[in-house]
């Protein structure tokens, strides 16, 4: 009896270390088989321990190319989104405008609509102009699906700011660049970055509408699709161990940095 009221103590915590842990098993299963050093071809199966891959991660021909290609893509991606989507955001929230109930509509149709049909729409508008596929074409398509995702994020934030906070600093003679920059974005800082960093992962993750516009541009997603076909090097599972200890690292600092604010404020 006394173990059923500990459980249903901790019910809700349980299954939250337990949704975490299946949501964390293909990481521990990519981390573990970067070590491994298969026997053949593909990297399925545990066969001896080796740091061989840790070593020479560019061991495999094109692997880093197309890994430098995905992260150039992305930044760019997220810088474009993200200056697009905050620009987006406050004129949604602080502006009344014709076809503004319209906007926001339009705003989650990417969200919404399957990445297939947007790829495929995509493609067709390039040919139709005569855009040769490549680079340019993907960062393009990539701009315009995070687009939605930036907007959203800064949105919310920009909606729960108290504008009393801007009225109190042109009341104290503050000019409308020095209000913005030293009230308006520090709030929406949050938003902003919480905009940014999803674009980022969204560009350097996508395959299907990248695999539609991407011509003969092959990022690391494609590569690692291609890789699928013909045997999977286990430097594609050092690539994806390393950048998943530094989204953990990013969230860390994050946490680390907000309880520190904190503190001082209190």
């Known amino acids: 009896m006394a173990f059923v009221n500990w459980l249903k103590r901790r019910l809700v915590v349980i299954a939250g ?12 299963v990519v981390t573990v088989f970067s070590f491994n050093q298969p026997k053949g071809r593909f990297n399925y199966e545990w066969q001896e321990f080796s740091t061989a891959a840790w ?5 495999v021909a094109d692997l880093c190319g197309s890994l430098s290609l995905s992260l150039q893509l992305a930044a760019w991606a997220t810088l474009g989104a993200t200056a697009l989507g905050t ?5 949604l929230v602080r502006y009344r405008f014709r076809a503004r109930g319209a906007v926001n509509s339009l705003i989650f149709l990417p969200m919404a609509m399957p990445e297939v049909v947007m790829a495929a729409s995509l493609l067709t508008l390039f040919l139709n102009l005569g855009a040769q596929l490549g680079f340019w074409t993907i960062l393009i398509a ?4 995070c687009l939605s995702f930036v907007v959203v994020a800064v949105k919310a934030r920009v909606m729960s700011m108290d ?22 974005l ?4 949050p938003g902003i970055a919480a905009g940014a960093l999803l674009a980022f992962a969204l560009s350097f993750d996508d395959f299907i509408i990248t695999n539609f516009n991407a011509g003969s541009t092959v990022t690391f997603p494609m590569f690692v699709w291609g890789s699928a076909q013909r045997g999977t090097p286990v430097q594609i599972n050092v690539i994806g161990t390393a950048m998943f200890l530094v989204a953990v690292l990013i969230v860390v600092a994050g946490m680390v940095i907000a309880n520190r604010r904190k503190k001082q404020k209190a």
């Not at 990539?142 to 699906?145: A, L, S, V």
């Not at 520090?186 to 800082?189: D, R, T």
């Open 163 to 184: 504008p009393r906070l801007e009225e109190a600093a042109r009341d104290l003679y503050a000019g409308p660049v020095q209000t913005f920059v030293r009230v308006t």
């Open 87 to 91: 620009l987006i955001a406050f004129a």
């Open 55 to 59: 070593t020479d991660p560019c061991g």
């Open 186 to 189: 520090p709030i929406a800082a």
């Open 17 to 28: 270390l337990l949704t975490l842990g299946y949501l964390l098993l293909p990481n521990i």
């Open 142 to 145: 990539h701009i315009m699906f």
